[in-house]
């Protein structure tokens, strides 16, 4: 399948400091990526939908000046959250979608371990 | 978004076939039901996606019910790999931003 693939795997970063996410999709184009995060044993919660070359949308609850999301082109998108504390430490999870349709498939990447001490 | 229900866990022994319920009574005509599964820390894994008909790929198959209100998940020969969290999306209408909006899933357990 499709590979989607983030950078870093984990990050640890002192709490008050910026740290940036990349997700790029590697064989193909994505019109459209998603990012989620993950507490442990808990379920993934999505947080914004992006699209390239307009701004992100977050879903409910979800600080759009905290975790800011770029999406500059059709192959990378970027996470960063800003002024990190120790409570956004989590997994962060990008998947991007192959193809603009309906019933398209989305692809997931493996995942970013932050960790905010 | 359409909800989705599955049973919490499951298990299964090595060899046989698994398969994987989910309810999605509130399914609208053009809304796609998708599955993916996690292993533990890393990122989910695409499996299969249908909108009315059944379908087949290599890994699964998903048969889907006339009336869309449920599916079911097939793993013909189930192997101790794929032990992990099973997820049941019917995915939000494309002109919509077209959404995964995860729920529990169903662990999977599959036994020797």
């Known amino acids: 399948g499709a590979v989607v693939s983030q950078h870093p795997s984990w990050v640890i970063c002192k709490s008050g400091t910026s740290v940036k996410i990349e997700c790029r999709s590697l064989?193909?184009?994505?019109?459209?990526m998603f990012w989620y995060r993950q507490f442990p044993k808990q379920s993934l919660m999505l947080m914004a939908t992006?699209?390239?070359?307009?701004?992100?949308?977050?879903e409910q609850g979800v600080e759009k000046d905290k975790f800011l999301i770029n999406h500059a082109s059709l192959t990378l998108s970027t996470l960063t959250v800003t002024s990190a504390h120790p409570e956004d430490s989590s997994f962060y999870i990008c998947s991007a979608a192959l193809g603009g349709y309906s019933g398209n498939t989305i692809y997931f990447g493996e995942g970013s371990w932050l960790t905010v001490v | 978004d359409a909800k989705t229900t599955q049973p919490p866990s499951m298990d299964c022994a090595e060899g046989r076939a698994a398969n994987l319920p989910c309810n999605h009574s509130?399914?609208?005509?053009?809304?796609?039901v998708y599955w993916y599964r996690q292993i533990h820390s890393q990122g989910p894994q695409y499996i299969i996606h249908?909108?009315?008909n059944n379908e087949t790929n290599e890994m699964a198959s998903l048969i889907i019910t006339e009336d869309r209100k449920s599916s079911t998940l097939i793993l013909p020969h189930a192997t101790l790999r794929d032990t992990a969290v099973y997820y049941c999306?019917?995915?939000?209408?494309?002109?919509?931003?077209?959404?995964?909006?995860f729920g529990q899933g169903t662990e999977l357990s599959v036994k020797p």
């Open positions: 064989d193909f184009q994505a019109t459209t």
């Open positions: 999306i019917v995915r939000g209408p494309y002109n919509q931003g077209g959404k995964l909006i």
């Open positions: 249908g909108l009315k």
């Open positions: 509130t399914i609208s005509g053009n809304e796609y």
């Open positions: 992006s699209n390239e070359g307009s701004k992100a949308t977050y």
